[in-house]
Structure formats: structure tokens, C-alpha cells
């Protein structure tokens, strides 16, 4: 079964720390993803990566940057958390090039206090 | 600005009833629409989706109907099942690529709620 993993399901940080959040897929995808999911505004697009070393801005990356050493595995990284970050944040992958449908992870809820 | 809107944050039906989920969107060069449907404390799945070629797309239970002239598709589940409450999300794609990765743009989503 093929799966993208998160490694955190909850975690708890304080203003100021710097945050690392993990993921890793085992489909062999070129791309992926982060979105953060808040009530009545859906997910939206953090970063994202086509490739290795490659990423991408996407609607809101402000307060974020995102590491991709390795093809299996995209980090996003909170620099200097804040409490507005306190979010679920989840993780896709998707196929190259005709790759409509995302494979998601199981999401992260950060708090940030 | 959101570019796609799903204006009823909630929604609830009987057991064995239409659920109709509605979405609308702003942006002309959308060309392709995904449903995905997410469990608490679960990442969002892929439901069914639909090119702008196609006006209806079915899969089981599952139809998707697309108006492009009024930028407006809706997700049909007949009959509706318990199992179906779950939160779900609109998707819409507009054809850009940056290297190959082909982005969506989410709804807002709408929580379903089968009664039994």
C-alpha cells in the first residue's frame, strides 16, 4: 500500500522555535507537496518541490521555507514559529506529469504557545 | 481572493438520500476538477474528478457535474450512507505547470452529515 508519512501526528512548540516537519513517500513521485488546512479557508499551498533541490513558492510560504535533499522526503520548516502557525499541516505527493490526484499524508497539528 | 468557493460549510441529509455538495469558481482557465474527502484525523483522499471536456463524470455512487458556463460543479452521492460523513473539499487545476508539477486550489470544504 503505497503511503506518504508524516512523522509527527501532534506536536506542540513554543513562540520563537524553530520547527521541523517531516514527510516521506514511497511512491517514487516527482512532486510534492504543503498545505496547511484552518477552518473556513480549506488548504492552502505552503511550498512546493518538482524535483530534488528543486522548490517552489506557493500561496501563502511566508514564515516557511521547505528542504528537498532527497526525493522520498520533503521538509517544511517553521524558522521562527508563531502562533498564528498553530495549523494542521499536511503533506502530498503527486505523479509526473499527468498526476491530477494527490496522495496525502495524515497531517501534522501543530501548536504553536 | 478565493478562487473556489464552497459556500455551505455544512451540510446534513438522511440515510438513503441525495446528497448534493455545491462549488463554484472564478478562474476561466480551471480545466480539470478534483472531489477529495477527508476523515478527522486523516489526510484528504481522492474521490472523483472531471476534465472540462466532460459535464458529468460517474463512479458509483459518486457523480460529479460540471457547468462551465456558469463555473459551477456539484458532487452528487446517491444514495448517501453513514460512512459518507466526512468533510469534503472541491479542487480545480488550471492547466500551469512549474517543472512538472501540476497544482490545485482548494475549497473551503463542506462537512456532510449522513443521519442514520
Known amino acids: 500500500d503505497v503511503k506518504v508519512t508524516q512523522s509527527s501526528r501532534y506536536l506542540v512548540k513554543r513562540t520563537g522555535e524553530k520547527v521541523f516537519l517531516e514527510c516521506v513517500q514511497d511512491?517514487?513521485?516527482?512532486?510534492m507537496f504543503w498545505y496547511r488546512q484552518d477552518p473556513g479557508l480549506g488548504l492552502r499551498l505552503i511550498y512546493f518541490s518538482y524535483d530534488v533541490k528543486m522548490k517552489e513558492k506557493g500561496d501563502i510560504p511566508e514564515g516557511y521555507s521547505v528542504s528537498r535533499e532527497k526525493k522520498e522526503r520533503f521538509s517544511l520548516i517553521l524558522e521562527s514559529a508563531s502562533t498564528n502557525q498553530t495549523s494542521m499541516y499536511l503533506c502530498?505527493?503527486?505523479?509526473?506529469?499527468?498526476?491530477?490526484?494527490?496522495?496525502f499524508g495524515s497531517g501534522t497539528r501543530l501548536t504553536v504557545v | 481572493d478565493q478562487q473556489v468557493k464552497q459556500n455551505s460549510p455544512s451540510l446534513s441529509v438522511q440515510e438513503g438520500r441525495i446528497s448534493i455538495l455545491n462549488c463554484d469558481y472564478t478562474n476561466s482557465m480551471f480545466d480539470y476538477f478534483l472531489w477529495y474527502k477527508k476523515y478527522p484525523a486523516e489526510g484528504p483522499t481522492f474521490l472523483i474528478s472531471i476534465s472540462s471536456i466532460k459535464d458529468k463524470n460517474e463512479d458509483g455512487r459518486f457523480t460529479v457535474f460540471l457547468n462551465k458556463s456558469a463555473k459551477h460543479l456539484s458532487l452528487h452521492i446517491v444514495p448517501s450512507q453513514p460512512g459518507d460523513s466526512a468533510v469534503y473539499f472541491c479542487?480545480?487545476?488550471?492547466?500551469?505547470?512549474?517543472?512538472?508539477?501540476?497544482?490545485?486550489?482548494f475549497g473551503s470544504g463542506t462537512q456532510l452529515t449522513v443521519l442514520p
Open positions: 511512491m517514487d513521485h516527482e512532486n
Open positions: 502530498a505527493s503527486s505523479l509526473s506529469p499527468r498526476g491530477y490526484g494527490y496522495t
Open positions: 479542487a480545480a487545476s488550471a492547466g500551469r505547470t512549474s517543472g512538472s508539477a501540476r497544482q490545485l486550489t
